[in-house]
């Protein structure tokens, strides 16, 4: 009886672990400065910078060249569900398959954000917290 439960509890504990630890960020291999959300939503949240992904993170944005960002939107598959324009700065919602959970804005669920603002694409999952 001990036997088994060790064996199920190992298994689920595995589990768990291979859950949590399979996450690749999209941004993975891009060389680039990344800023990961943890903790709380909102005002909440704190902001963690690396090159790598922080594991509970909430969702991470980087800046990306023109370039870079046609590559990473071909690379997901992603497609633009609603696109909306606020004193200058452009916002593409999108939704790829590639990514794992995600939000619900106007009736539509997205996991990959992208903003044109003076020049400048920052990118984010699910979405860009902050300023951008």
Known sequence: MFKRLFYLTACSLLFVA?????????????????????GGGGSLAKEVTGKFN??????????????ETKALFES??????????VEG??????????????????????????SLSNG???VGTPLIFGSF
């Open 76 to 85: 997901l598959s992603a497609k633009v569900m609603f696109i909306e324009e």
């Open 18 to 38: 291979l859950t949590f630890f399979n996450y690749t960020s999209p941004f993975n291999g891009l060389n680039k400065e990344v800023i990961f959300y943890k």
């Open 89 to 114: 700065t452009k916002n593409y919602y999108c939704y790829t398959n590639s990514l794992k959970n995600g939000v619900v804005l106007k009736n539509e669920k997205v996991n990959l954000h992208f």
């Open 54 to 67: 922080f594991l509970g993170s909430l969702g991470e944005s980087t800046t990306l060249s023109i370039e």
């Open 120 to 122: 400048k694409i920052t």
